[in-house]
Structures are given as C-alpha cells and as structure tokens.
C-alpha cells in the first residue's frame, strides 16, 4: 500500500496566491515531514511535524496534522515564482526507521 | 550544520559497468539508507543499514546492489552490472540513534549509458 499520497497531483497559481498541498498516509506516524526538491536537484527538508503536535510554522510555512483522519496540509503564503518545485510529504512509522515519500505534488507559481 | 555529503554528483556509466556511490554520514549517525528516485517519480526506500548489516531492503534491491560500509566512515552503494533502468538519482540518508529524522544528501545522479 502506498503512503505519504499527495494531492494534488500538480498546482498552477499566480504568483502571490496561497499554495496549499495535502498529504494522506495509512499507518500511524512517529513524525510527518515536508521537502521540497527542484527540478533535477536534491531534497530540501522544510518542517518537520511529530505526531503529537497539530499545526507548525516556518516563516512562510504552515503545516497541519491529524492524525485521526491520517492527513497533513502544507500551506506555502504569499507564494514566489523560486516557490516551484516538486513538494513531497514523507513519513516515519511508529516503530520503524525508513521514512516513506509521497508521489509528490508539483507547483508551478506564475510571476 | 552537519551534512551528509554524497559522491559524485553526477555519474555517467556505460550499460554492464559496475558503479560505486558513496556517503559520508553525519558524525555519529548508526542508521544509513539509500533511496532512488528515477526522473519525474516519488524517492523509493531501497535499502537501510545498521550494526554493519542490512536490516531491510525493498523489493528493488536485488542481488545487482551491494552496500557496506568499509572503513567505518563512507557508506556505499554498489551497482554490479548496471542496466539503463538504473538511472535515476540516488539519495542517501543517515540517522541518529534514538533519532527520529533522518537526514538526507543531496544525491548522485547516474545516467547509464
């Protein structure tokens, strides 16, 4: 089974415009994290959220988690045309030590 | 900050070339993964290692992927007879003990030929 499944897919916005990515996983989480990976290039770790915290933020940052619905939100404000990239949710399994990514969302910020 | 840092960058290698990939862990990181993300898809697990010993893999490493880690400091990923499906960016990943983030490279690109 998959998880760490984002939604959506791919996300076209105008360049100011509030950017908002999903993630649904499917077994309990020690902790959930965002990165963000440009086209080609390495991962870049933007938050981390432990399973017993609700809402997190970092600069332009927000992130959400519920754990009774197994899902997490990204939220990028005043979203940048350097905002494009792919964005990856990743979790880490109660118990376990491999983290596991999502499919990724791709957002495109238009200047 | 500490990093973990990944050699080379970037890796050309003809098709039934063995391929070496390396990784200098964070200072005192037990737990070491490697990771593959073919172009345009999710970062697949392949592999984690612990105590010198592999102590899961994915469906994906098969007998052409060997990892150790020889001298205590890089840890490697060796691809035996490379085949042009094993493109892809190779991440790997280094983690604490009792740690619960793992801390990620910034990846080898290698594009067999």
């Known amino acids: 089974s998959q998880q760490g499944e984002e939604d959506p897919q791919a996300l076209s916005i105008q360049e100011g415009e509030n950017a908002t990515m999903n993630c649904s996983y499917k077994?309990?989480?020690?902790?959930l994290q965002w990165y963000r990976q440009n086209s080609g290039r390495g991962l870049v770790h933007l938050i981390l959220?432990?399973?017993?915290?609700r809402e997190k933020h970092s600069g332009r940052l927000r992130v959400t988690l519920d754990t009774s619905k197994k899902s997490s939100s990204l939220l990028i404000t005043a979203s940048r045309a350097a905002d494009t990239a792919s964005y990856f949710c990743a979790t880490l399994n109660t118990g376990g030590f491999k983290t596991i990514f999502g499919a990724g969302t791709r957002l495109f910020v238009k200047a | 900050e500490p990093e973990v840092t990944q050699t080379p960058s970037h890796q050309v290698t003809q098709m039934g070339q063995e391929v070496i990939l390396r990784c200098v862990p964070i200072s005192n990181h037990l737990y070491f993964y490697w990771y593959r993300q073919i172009l345009g898809q999710k970062v697949e697990f392949l592999v984690s290692f612990y105590n010198n010993e592999i102590s899961e893999k994915s469906e994906i490493f098969d007998d052409q992927f060997s990892v150790e880690r020889p001298d205590g400091s890089n840890f490697t990923l060796k691809i035996r007879s490379t085949k042009l499906e094993d493109s892809a960016m190779y991440f790997c990943?280094?983690?604490?003990?009792?740690?619960?983030?793992?801390?990620f490279g910034q990846g080898t690109r290698l594009t067999v030929v």
């Open positions: 077994t309990s989480i020690n902790n």
């Open positions: 959220i432990r399973s017993n915290e």
């Open positions: 990943a280094t983690q604490g003990q009792g740690a619960t983030e793992a801390f």
